[in-house]
């Protein structure tokens, strides 16, 4: 039987999410679609823009539940929504943060995270801390490159990313490496190979492919979220997001 994930992009920018990149990581049994939000921000690179992105996050991720999707992947290092999102539907709901935080915490005694802006190192530390891996955080280094930015020299990008994932193992201890933004989808090759040839065997984790994979083990051992951790949302009105409103109503029932 097909298993159906759905890559939900909590950024208003048409295309960012191309669908061929994440075609790339279907199987014969697992299908990949990606939808944006309608309402929020251009991208995220602060707590506001998170804070933003979630009511339009939370609304696509029921949306997906209801039209039979098997587990939704947010697509975002900032995990927006992760956590109301599972009190709202039962299907799995994977944030690519927490999903990569984890597995750098089982391939190596420490990581780092490189990600766009050095604005973005305070939520990250914070993630750290709220998963529990505050301790195994070699430290957050950015490409200073903004997010929107990231595709339109992609060789730079590469080449910025393995000079701070460099620095990141030789200076401050890192065993494993994190992508910090989910825009840097498709880097890892590069990076691992430019740390092979500074003779640094060391991980490198594409947060996106990694928190896909995730998802479908998931989806095969027949597991989700707690609902004594993630309960339903009571019934109660919603002043200012009418749209939402229904949505939430219809997964509290």
Known sequence: MQKRVRVVTPITTR?????????????????????????????IECEFDEALAVPGTVAKIVEAERAGIDAVVIDCMG???LRPARECVSIPVVGPAETAMHIASMLGHSFSVITVLDSIRPMLENQAKVYGVPDKLASVRSVDIPVLDLETDLDRVKRVLTEQAIIAVE??????????????????????????????????????PAAVR???ALVDAGLSQSKRTYRRPP???????EDLAPA??????
């Open 15 to 43: 295309g960012f999410r191309k669908p061929n990149e994440c075609k790339m990581l279907q199987a014969p049994d697992v299908a990949i679609d990606t939808v944006e939000i309608d309402t929020g921000p251009a991208s």
């Open 171 to 208: 200076q401050d201890g890192a065993d494993v490496i994190i992508f910090g933004c989910t825009g840097m989808l498709g880097c890892a090759e590069a990076v691992r190979a430019g740390l092979l040839s500074k003779g640094l065997d060391v991980p490198v984790i594409d947060p996106v």
């Open 214 to 216: 995730f998802a479908v």
């Open 235 to 241: 019934t109660k009105p919603i002043v200012g997001y």
């Open 79 to 81: 995990d927006p929504g």
């Open 248 to 253: 939430m109503r219809d997964a509290a029932e």
